[in-house]
């Protein structure tokens, strides 16, 4: 199975956050909005980076009540591994266990980052897989 | 797999003279000097950073320039200076630029 076919089923609406806020305005939208990463862009509406769950939580253990003043910036990503909609479900598994990624990215060919594909999404696609498979 | 980058400042390009592989770091500044990194095994790091252009520019701003080098490849590679090398550099250079975003807001 594709990854594109559980990009539907999977949360891939990205929301944004400026360069300006602060670590605690991302762990804040994560947390109200339920998103599992926050995208960066700065005042000329250009993404610069991504934040995620896993790096805000992390960044609440090292900082305390620094994030109330640290930026974004402090603790985004520049660079992502990510997968392709045209990968197979195994490539995901194997990129998010090797690599310890819970939400991971997909870029189109063009360089388009289209979304993220959850842990949970990965999971029930293999376990389909297999209900397909052997039932 | 595949490895993106959104800020893609990194091109690799080969020597025409020594036929060495240079990556050339396409800073902000607006001047006119060229920061190229090389390999050399001058230091344990093994890669050094050159810059090009007119000698007395370079004098000014050389202290920024490195810093901000510097800064750049800490924070892709998310590794300290001295425990960057040349092989990293290198890989950043392999990056896919994100160029657009499917954006809900």
């Known amino acids: ?135 | 797999m595949i490895r993106c980058t959104f800020s893609d400042a990194l091109k690799i390009k080969e020597d025409p003279v020594t036929r060495d592989i240079v990556v050339i770091y396409e800073h902000g500044f607006r001047i006119n000097i060229n920061v190229q990194i090389v390999e050399t095994d001058q230091n344990q790091m093994g890669w050094r950073i050159n810059m090009l252009g007119n000698n007395e520019v370079i004098k000014a701003a050389k202290k920024e320039l490195f810093a901000n080098t510097v800064h750049y490849l800490e924070k892709r590679l998310r590794k300290a200076l001295g425990r960057i090398s040349f092989e990293d550099i290198i890989l950043l250079t392999q990056a896919k630029a994100i160029k657009s975003v499917s954006r809900s807001d």
């Open chain 1, 1 to 135: 199975m594709q990854l594109r076919a559980i990009m539907d089923s999977s949360s891939n609406n990205i929301k944004t956050i400026m360069d300006t806020d602060t670590i605690y305005d991302a762990a804040e939208l994560i947390f109200t909005a339920g998103a599992a990463s926050v995208l960066i862009i700065n005042k000329a509406k250009k993404s610069v980076g991504i934040i995620t769950e896993q790096e805000v939580v992390q960044a609440i253990k090292t900082y305390k009540q620094k994030i109330l003043e640290l930026k974004t910036t402090h603790i985004m990503n520049i660079d992502l591994l990510a997968c392709t909609p045209n990968e197979e479900v195994e490539e995901a598994v194997r990129v998010m266990s090797e690599y310890k990624i819970r939400n991971l990215p997909i870029i189109t060919e063009g360089g388009n980052l289209a979304g993220f594909i959850d842990i949970n999404a990965v999971a029930r696609a293999q376990l389909s897989n297999i209900i397909h498979k052997w039932g």
